[in-house]
């Protein structure tokens, strides 16, 4: 199953994203026009049609919101495509991404969740800054408000949270959405925001 794929990918992600901290927060353009190669890529060990995918977004970030739809129907149209979101996490945005991280882990419907989370920030224009608030929403996945604030409260939440926003940090992600395809490529935007699109921008990733 793709959780239990990306539950074995966690320490190597992190690993990895530690070790790109260190590299300029420039990008080197390629030849292609889909994408940007990383300064110091990683060498995963993947089979030449591959992908691993970072996303990096924020729940309160408007383009992240415009673009769930398509990066979700997308992962429908490839189920067998391994993701992993992940929150840009700042001191405002801890509760959701405390939220999502406790999500992962517990197995929770994802998609459900992040349409949940979207719609009540962006559309009912709900705050969100503390656990008790997200507490009464959650229920509406199936996830009761005692078991979601024990799952969120977890000790591995808080390590899990600490190495993600230092990694973020020391990587220098500063802009959401972002999109990175094996440690090593970062798709400019025009290249996800239509299926074929994306599909043809990793098609046409160069040789690992």
């Known amino acids: 199953m793709i959780a239990d794929h990306l539950r074995r990918l966690w320490p190597s992600f992190l690993c990895l994203l530690l070790l790109a901290c260190s590299a300029s927060r420039a990008s080197i353009e390629l030849e292609g026009p889909f994408w940007l190669e990383l300064p110091e890529p990683q060498q995963l060990n993947l089979a030449e049609d591959e992908y691993i995918i970072w996303y990096f977004f924020s729940f309160r970030c408007p383009a992240c919101y415009q673009q769930q739809a398509f990066l979700q129907q997308w992962q429908q149209q490839h189920p067998r495509q391994p993701w992993q979101w992940i ?42 800054t503390r656990l008790e608030d997200i507490a009464p929403l959650v229920a509406q996945i199936g996830w009761s408000e005692e078991d979601f604030l024990t799952a969120a409260a977890k000790p591995e939440i808080d390590l899990m949270l600490a190495d993600l926003e230092r990694s ?39 040789a690992r």
Do not use: C, F
């Open 87 to 128: 929150p840009v996490s700042l001191t405002h945005h801890q509760a959701l991404s405390r939220t999502w991280l406790a999500a992962w882990q517990q197995e929770k419907d994802m998609q459900a969740l992040a349409s949940l989370l979207y719609a009540a920030i962006h559309d009912q224009q709900m705050n969100l």
């Open 168 to 206: 973020t940090k020391w990587l220098g992600v500063t802009q959401v959405p972002s999109l990175v395809i094996n440690g090593r490529w970062q798709l400019v935007p025009e290249a996800w925001k239509d299926p074929k699109v994306l599909s043809q921008a990793l098609a046409e990733l160069p």
